[in-house]
């Protein structure tokens, strides 16, 4: 699984700019087979200085099926309701370890994936 962290602030006036965006992407994320697994305001930073109002956490089967969404020409009609409408924007793509062990297994390898190497 791939998930993409979403972490930005909307610019002052323009909030109904990035609802509008929101009313259209939900069609566009279930053609890919896109699942919202979380999406909300911020109510407290416990560590660091990421600040942003709003987090989403999208996620995706695979990197094809993020690529595929991110060409999407549907896609990339409405994105600019949310390039124009945010600021401070971080995004992130997560591939997801099979289990906490998968993660161990990986760091006690300098980083290196043992299967291909990498």
Request: glycine fraction near 6%; hydrophobic fraction near 40%; proline fraction near 3%.
């Given at each position: ?9 909307i610019i002052p006036?323009r909030e109904k ?24 305001l911020t109510r ?75």
């Amino acid at each position: 699984m791939i998930v993409v962290l979403n972490l930005f602030d909307i610019i002052p006036g323009r909030e109904k700019d990035y609802a509008q965006y929101l009313r259209r992407v939900q069609a566009i994320l279930d053609r890919h087979e896109a699942k919202v697994l979380v999406y909300g305001l911020t109510r407290m930073i416990y560590m660091g200085t990421a600040d942003q109002q709003f987090c989403g956490m999208i996620g995706y089967p695979s990197l094809k099926h993020l690529r595929a969404f991110s060409r999407d020409p549907d896609f990339e009609a409405i994105r600019p309701l949310r390039d124009n409408a945010t600021t401070n924007y971080v995004l992130t793509a997560i591939e997801a370890f099979a289990c906490m062990n998968d993660a161990v297994t990986y760091l006690e390898n300098g980083g290196r994936d043992i299967i291909s190497g990498q």
